[in-house]
């Protein structure tokens, strides 16, 4: 039985590195969150506890001016609830509010239990975890989304926006990033430009302005009005169109309004 969606990371997430953020990893969460990012991870796991733990309290800050999340790698939440857990273990996971768990495989992935999301990786070569592979690409991950029973990111090596297209294109809910954001120059102008590749390729397309509807079998007629309830022809425009006017013989019958599935 998996864990509440209610609330899973989606979108562009950043994860920390102290020793490659450029400026400080305060200044470029900072920065990525001014630039759209909602959730960060911090990992920092060869801190003492006491310093990871003030770092959690300042990173929590940042997140809270815009309704973000903090999730801290490893079972210990440092005063939080929100964890990011390895793929060696511990299990079963902890019970906290939010849980996700570090994925390469499909093994990996059938062992999910409680957890509420997952992270599948690497998509590319990365060099902040070189001896993971061979990269997935994103037919290999699309096959893993399809397994999952828990929403994914996909993580490794993801830096541009086209990368950041082709992982929403193929199933996962968000991407995972580290190097891009740390080592920006400027990480809000980073992150922007990452998170409107997301939004962007999460936002249903509408047809433009006079193309003509795949589903008209001539030109120039105009589609009916769709029944109540069909949100996706009232989002797309498509509908069946109307019955050519009727001969002078026949009495012209009224047009058919369609109705399609949500």
């Known amino acids: 039985m998996t864990g509440d969606r209610g609330s899973q990371p989606s979108g562009v ?5 102290r020793l490659v953020a450029r400026g400080g990893l305060e200044r470029v969460v ?13 990992r920092e796991k060869d801190l003492p506890r006491a310093e990871r733990a003030a770092l959690a309290v300042a990173l929590r800050a940042i ?3 815009v309704g973000g999340t903090l999730i801290v ?9 929100a964890v990011h857990l390895p793929a060696a273990g511990p299990y079963p996971p902890p019970a906290h509010r939010l849980v996700g768990r570090s994925c390469h495989n499909r093994a ?22 070189p001896g993971y592979g061979p990269p997935l690409g994103a037919d290999g991950l699309r096959a893993l989304v399809g397994s999952s029973r828990v929403p994914v990111l996909a993580l490794g090596g993801i830096e541009t926006p086209d990368q950041v297209t082709a992982c929403i294109e193929a199933g996962a809910a968000g991407v995972a990033i580290l190097g891009a954001l740390m080592r920006a120059e400027d990480p809000t102008e980073t992150a922007s430009t990452l998170t409107s590749a997301f939004t ?3 936002t249903p397309k509408l047809p433009e ?7 008209s079998p001539r030109r120039g007629l105009r589609p009916t009005v769709p029944a109540q309830g069909s949100s996706l ?11 050519p006017t009727a001969t002078r013989n026949s009495r012209p019958q009224p047009p058919t309004a369609t109705k399609e599935g949500p």
């Open 13 to 17: 997430v950043v994860l920390t590195d």
């Open 30 to 42: 900072a920065g990525a969150v001014a630039g759209g990012v909602r959730w960060a991870v911090l």
């Open 63 to 65: 997140l809270a001016d």
């Open 73 to 81: 790698a490893g079972p210990d939440p440092l005063g939080g609830d």
């Open 108 to 129: 990996e992935l059938d062992r999910l239990t409680t957890e509420h999301y997952a992270t599948v990786s690497p998509v590319h070569p990365t060099r902040s975890k």
């Open 200 to 202: 962007k390729a999460v």
């Open 209 to 215: 302005p006079g193309a003509e509807s795949a589903r």
């Open 233 to 243: 022809t009232a989002r797309s425009g498509h509908g069946r169109p109307q019955p």
